[in-house]
């Protein structure tokens, strides 16, 4: 499940939905002491944190991605943290780097077309070498693995063939590979497919793991909505529940053990029924008063049963 950085109603709602992993972004500068709060809340809540370390239309500097060593030391495993806690076992195991780094949407549009696509593609790797053997080092912790994105959005190679032209041995560094899965089938297999194709024929193993570490369905319950990824933008509650539930079987029958994890996006709606018709406020699980949204709800609570 994605949620947020709040300490109280949220770890709580993820608890009772019946989540066991929480997706939670931070910024890459944040330091452990202001992690700390909200990993401890959710570990409270018997919920483990998969932090994502963001940063948004830029590129980190090896400084930065460096200091994601300190995460891992305090969050890990034995980490310190967890010296006088009891919820040892939640301690972290991933940390996602980035969130959409190589899509347009955070660059002015700058997709796999731009000038400066591969270089950002080269930068992010460089980075994300630097933070994974920070992590790996004598001030990180080796029980925690780092997470790249290998998916732009479509099926060209652009991204995956600019990361492994600045890192050739970037797959050696890689815990698993993270996508986002929006859409039907004609939208999320391309996608998953282009991912094991690509990163495959630059050497990477099979064995890596692939996170799907966000995939919803806007519902506003039968109200039209501005667009929906391509499924029907007007989908009532459960509509939407009956979609889930077929997109996440399709996915795992496809790729099998090959899926470590898929994320619902995300908690609750960031606007009141009715309130507009942008998609982007209506992906929640719960509405945004925190009340369930029907038959959506209770299939998101079933699939969490069944795959927490």
């Not at 608890?15 to 972004?25: K, Q, S, T, Y």
């Not at 990163?199 to 039209?224: F, H, K, N, Q």
Request: charged share 20%; with cysteine; proline share 5%.
């Amino acid at each position: 499940m994605v949620g947020g950085r709040d300490t109280g109603a949220g770890p709580l709602a993820i608890h009772r939905l019946g989540a066991r992993i929480a997706r939670i972004e931070f910024s890459i500068d944040s330091s452990p002491e202001q992690l700390a709060p909200v990993i401890g809340a959710y570990a409270e809540r018997g919920v483990r944190v998969l932090p994502l370390a963001g940063f948004i239309g830029r590129v980190p500097s090896a400084a930065e991605a460096a200091h994601l060593a300190s995460w891992a030391a305090a969050f890990g495993s034995s980490g310190s943290f967890w010296r006088h806690r009891r919820e040892r076992a939640l301690a972290v195991r991933e940390i996602e780097f980035g969130n959409e780094t190589s899509y347009g949407d955070q660059f002015g549009g700058c997709g796999p077309s731009c000038r400066g696509y591969a270089r950002r593609a080269g930068a992010y790797a460089r980075a994300f070498t630097t933070a994974a053997r920070a992590i790996a080092g004598p001030r990180g912790n080796t029980h925690v693995g780092l997470l790249a994105q290998a998916d732009y959005g479509g099926q060209g190679d652009e991204w995956v063939r600019g990361m492994f032209k600045a890192a050739p041995q970037l797959a050696r560094r890689v815990a698993g590979w993270t996508v986002h899965a929006y859409g039907p089938r004609a939208r999320w297999q391309p996608r998953l497919d282009a991912l094991i194709h690509q990163t495959a024929a630059m050497g990477a193993r099979a064995g890596i793991p692939i996170y799907v570490t966000e995939l919803g369905l806007a519902s506003d319950d039968g109200r039209c909505l501005s667009e929906n990824y391509g499924w029907n933008p007007c989908m009532s509650y459960a509509q939407a529940g009956r979609t889930l539930r077929s997109t996440v079987a399709a996915i795992r029958a496809r790729y099998g053990m090959r899926i470590r994890s898929i994320l619902i996006y995300s908690l609750a709606d960031l606007a009141p029924p009715g309130e507009n018709s942008d998609r982007e406020n209506y992906f929640g699980v719960l509405r945004a008063d925190g009340g369930a949204k029907g038959a959506y709800t209770t299939a998101v609570r079933t699939l969490l049963h069944a795959h927490p």
